[in-house]
């Protein structure tokens, strides 16, 4: 193990699996092609023989024939195997991109607890309701004062009025 190698990341990491797992893939379905035109090539056999009424070579033949059957079977479930494989590691790359993705918003959510100090806040929203209180009775008193200086001059024309039609 060298010491001096560089630690690879996960982005390179499933790109060389994926890259590995499609050279397998590649390299199973050549081979499933090769067995499978070797499979062909059999079943002609087979029926030569087959003809020529030679039933011991035909038998042979057929046994070979099964065998080769279950070979490209085997190839085709390893072929699904290394599917399988590849689409997990997708998978799991994906999952450490949500966790490194939470890991950020953690430290954000973190630094914004620190700024907002729950204690201050609440220091601050009680003062903000005991001004918010004391400037709502400040504009009552204002607005009934209004009224009453209103309603003394009301008043009074309604006093004059009625004077000067009872003197009229």
């Known amino acids: 193990?060298?010491?001096?190698?560089?630690?690879?990341?996960?982005?390179?990491?499933?790109?060389?699996?994926?890259?590995?797992?499609?050279?397998?893939?590649?390299?199973?379905?050549?081979?499933?092609?090769?067995?499978?035109?070797?499979?062909?090539?059999?079943?002609?056999?087979?029926?030569?023989?087959?003809?020529?009424?030679?039933?011991?070579?035909?038998?042979?033949?057929?046994?070979?024939?099964?065998?080769?059957?279950?070979?490209?079977?085997?190839?085709?479930?390893?072929?699904a195997q290394i599917r399988g494989v590849?689409?997990?590691?997708?998978?799991?790359?994906?999952?450490?991109?949500?966790?490194t993705g939470m890991k950020g918003a953690t430290k954000a959510m973190v630094a914004m607890n620190k700024q907002m100090a729950p204690a201050k806040q609440a220091k601050v929203i009680k003062e903000f309701q005991t001004q918010s209180a004391q400037m709502d009775m400040t504009i009552e008193m204002m607005s009934e004062a209004i009224d009453e200086t209103l309603d003394k001059d009301e008043a009074e024309e309604e006093t004059e009025e009625l004077t000067n039609q009872i003197n009229a």
């Open 86 to 99: 590849a689409t997990h590691t997708q998978a799991l790359y994906a999952s450490t991109s949500i966790s």
């Open 1 to 79: 193990m060298n010491i001096f190698k560089k630690k690879t990341s996960p982005k390179d990491a499933l790109r060389t699996s994926k890259r590995e797992m499609a050279v397998a893939t590649r390299g199973i379905e050549r081979e499933i092609a090769s067995l499978q035109l070797e499979e062909k090539k059999l079943v002609a056999e087979i029926k030569r023989t087959a003809k020529t009424g030679n039933e011991a070579a035909t038998r042979i033949l057929a046994r070979q024939l099964v065998r080769l059957q279950q070979q490209i079977t085997n190839l085709q479930g390893s072929r």
